[in-house]
Nanobody, 115 residues
């Protein structure tokens, strides 16, 4: 069992930056593939980026070159650095931990990109 708590969301102007954090507890963090998803109003939840236990990363085409996912296994935390934010990045961002057939989700954090 893993508990996940996201933080770092907020309101930012277009072109700005935010760093999201997801703190995990309750299990061995390093074995999990960690991912960030987002869900905009009226849209399906979509994968933004993931990082494996071996630190291999992958990104959605819409965020490549702008977002960076990273993890610190000593702090049981995964991060999402978001640069050059656009209004279309506005969504609730969710953290997910995955190991074999088990998925665990955080409660989400709102990111709003607006002038």
């Amino acid at each position: 069992q893993v508990q996940l708590v996201e933080s770092g969301g907020g309101l930012v102007q277009p072109g700005g930056s935010l760093r999201l954090s997801c703190a995990a507890s309750g299990s061995i963090f390093s074995i999990y593939t960690m991912a960030w998803y987002r869900q905009a109003p009226g849209k399906q939840r979509e994968l933004v980026a993931f990082i494996t236990s071996g630190s291999t990363t992958n990104y959605a085409d819409s965020v490549k070159g702008r977002f960076t996912i990273s993890r610190d296994n000593r702090k049981n935390t995964v991060y999402l650095q978001m640069n050059s934010l656009k209004p279309e990045d506005t969504a609730v961002y969710y953290c997910k931990a995955q190991f074999r057939n088990n998925d665990y989700w955080g409660q989400g954090t709102q990111v709003t990109v607006s002038s």
